[in-house]
């Protein structure tokens, strides 16, 4: 048995150098340093790998409510980062990710590792601060200065940290390659300028910026925007490629006021996902005309207590709409008797797979596949998923 294992290491020893690299860079972090102990050449190979994922999010749930626990493992956090950073070899990295409950009283660290991930050229940064609980001193904030041009950085992530409009404004347009920004809950940040000098912005993600009033995007090669907020001024300016779009808001008709308003962007969407609630009764809802979409998937919470025939015209809006998804989430209300109107004479021609997740049975449930069935009569697929009394899907 011991020579069979000697013979696989001596074996693995002689992998070309350039196959080791490539395998650990396959891994994630802890599996690529595990793989030091397979042979004595791979010991060292861990230290250049260009994917560095400090990814523990999961492992955090468990002191939600320990906030002894909490302070102490963010401690030791921090410590196994500086750590493995001070051993790394490699040039450059592709990926540097941070995901960890950290706020504003790990700035020193994190401020480290932003200026490490910069000088290694790194091509994707992800700063994703979870917060499993209420222990926090505040938001981690962007650095305003200091930071160097970043002509590698593609994609940018930014999750609960503090930034301010001129800030990120300005730490973009020092990103010539950025093709990808997500940005998510981040105090301060009232108004956002994105041009499309000098970067080529494809993707963009402003996620429950609470504060934020106003977004102006200038940006010819946006194809994918996903903004989920209440109560923002929009404007897009030379935006005519977007074909993914994902929109969410509390109230349903601003929905309707974010698609009218951004209308002339919209000739090639092909992908609408939407999330809101139901809260009150809406008899029915216009919206822009959608020449290319082919596939809408709306989810929609509060479900049980108020119809959501409110939606149907925006498949009507959407003459080439081949699927449609409903994730139905129930209110806490109980479910009532609806009287169904008549639909009319309305048909939809391209329609082919109708999709209701969270299905219960009630009234509101059976009022939304009745208007769908009746009117697709080129529907050849239909996917019920249903939900148990206790909530789980079935």
């Given at each position: 048995m011991?020579s069979?294992?000697?013979?696989l290491r001596?074996?693995?020893?002689?992998?070309p150098?350039?196959l080791?690299?490539?395998?650990?860079?396959?891994?994630p972090?802890?599996?690529a340093?595990?793989t030091?102990v397979?042979?004595r050449?791979?010991?060292?190979?861990?230290?250049?790998?260009t994917m560095l994922d400090?990814d523990?999010?999961?492992?955090?749930?468990?002191?939600?409510?320990?906030?002894?626990?909490?302070?102490?493992?963010?401690i030791r956090?921090?410590e196994q980062v500086?750590?493995?950073?001070s051993l790394?070899?490699?040039?450059?990295?592709?990926?540097?990710r941070?995901s960890?409950d950290?706020?504003i009283?790990?700035?020193?660290d994190i401020?480290?590792?932003?200026?490490?991930?910069?000088a290694?050229?790194?091509k994707?940064?992800?700063l994703e601060?979870?917060?499993?609980?209420?222990?926090?001193y505040?938001?981690?904030t962007f650095p305003k200065?200091g930071l160097?041009v970043?002509?590698s950085?593609?994609?940018?992530?930014?999750?609960?940290v503090?930034i301010?409009g001129?800030?990120?404004?300005c730490?973009i347009s020092?990103c010539p390659?950025l093709?990808?920004?997500h940005?998510?809950d981040?105090n301060?940040?009232r108004s956002l300028?994105v041009?499309?000098?000098?970067?080529r912005?494809r993707?963009?993600?402003?996620?429950?910026?609470?504060d934020?009033r106003?977004l102006?995007i200038?940006s010819p090669?946006?194809v994918?925007?996903t903004?989920d907020?209440?109560?923002?001024?929009?404007t897009?300016?030379?935006?005519?490629?977007?074909?993914d779009l994902?929109l969410?808001a509390?109230?349903?008709?601003?929905l309707?006021?974010?698609?009218?308003?951004i209308?002339g962007c919209?000739?090639?969407?092909e992908t609408?996902?939407?999330?809101?609630?139901?809260i009150?009764?809406i008899?029915?809802m216009d919206f822009?005309n959608l020449p290319?979409?082919?596939k809408?998937s709306?989810e929609?919470?509060?479900?049980?207590?108020?119809?959501?025939?409110c939606?149907?015209p925006?498949?009507y809006a959407a003459?080439?709409l081949?699927?449609?998804?409903?994730?139905?989430?129930?209110?806490v209300?109980?479910?009532?008797s609806?009287?169904?109107?008549?639909?009319g004479?309305r048909?939809h021609?391209?329609l082919k797979?109708f999709?209701i997740i969270?299905f219960?049975?009630?009234a509101?449930?059976i009022?939304?596949s009745?208007?769908?069935?009746?009117?697709a009569?080129?529907?050849?697929?239909?996917?019920?998923?249903?939900?148990?009394?206790?909530?789980?899907q079935?």
């Amino acid at each position: 048995m011991e020579s069979r294992i000697k013979c696989l290491r001596n074996s693995m020893d002689r992998l070309p150098d350039e196959l080791i690299i490539y395998i650990v860079s396959l891994l994630p972090l802890k599996e690529a340093i595990r793989t030091s102990v397979l042979a004595r050449k791979w010991q060292f190979f861990w230290i250049s790998n260009t994917m560095l994922d400090f990814d523990a999010s999961l492992s955090i749930r468990e002191f939600k409510n320990n906030r002894r626990s909490l302070s102490s493992e963010r401690i030791r956090y921090t410590e196994q980062v500086n750590r493995l950073l001070s051993l790394h070899s490699g040039e450059s990295i592709d990926k540097f990710r941070i995901s960890f409950d950290l706020d504003i009283s790990s700035a020193r660290d994190i401020d480290r590792w932003i200026k490490f991930a910069f000088a290694k050229r790194v091509k994707r940064l992800a700063l994703e601060f979870v917060q499993p609980g209420l222990y926090r001193y505040g938001q981690y904030t962007f650095p305003k200065q200091g930071l160097p041009v970043c002509e590698s950085l593609v994609s940018l992530v930014l999750c609960k940290v503090a930034i301010d409009g001129e800030t990120l404004e300005c730490f973009i347009s020092n990103c010539p390659l950025l093709e990808e920004l997500h940005v998510e809950d981040a105090n301060c940040l009232r108004s956002l300028k994105v041009s499309c000098c000098p970067n080529r912005l494809r993707r963009l993600a402003i996620i429950d910026c609470l504060d934020l009033r106003r977004l102006d995007i200038c940006s010819p090669d946006l194809v994918s925007f996903t903004l989920d907020a209440s109560e923002i001024a929009v404007t897009l300016k030379s935006v005519s490629s977007i074909v993914d779009l994902t929109l969410g808001a509390l109230w349903p008709c601003k929905l309707s006021t974010y698609l009218f308003r951004i209308s002339g962007c919209l000739a090639r969407l092909e992908t609408l996902t939407l999330h809101t609630s139901i809260i009150q009764e809406i008899e029915e809802m216009d919206f822009p005309n959608l020449p290319s979409l082919k596939k809408l998937s709306i989810e929609v919470k509060g479900v049980g207590c108020w119809s959501i025939r409110c939606f149907v015209p925006l498949i009507y809006a959407a003459p080439m709409l081949s699927e449609a998804v409903f994730k139905l989430k129930p209110s806490v209300l109980k479910p009532r008797s609806i009287r169904r109107p008549n639909i009319g004479k309305r048909r939809h021609d391209c329609l082919k797979v109708f999709e209701i997740i969270g299905f219960e049975g009630t009234a509101v449930d059976i009022e939304l596949s009745l208007y769908v069935l009746e009117s697709a009569f080129s529907l050849e697929k239909v996917v019920i998923n249903g939900r148990t009394k206790t909530g789980d899907q079935i």
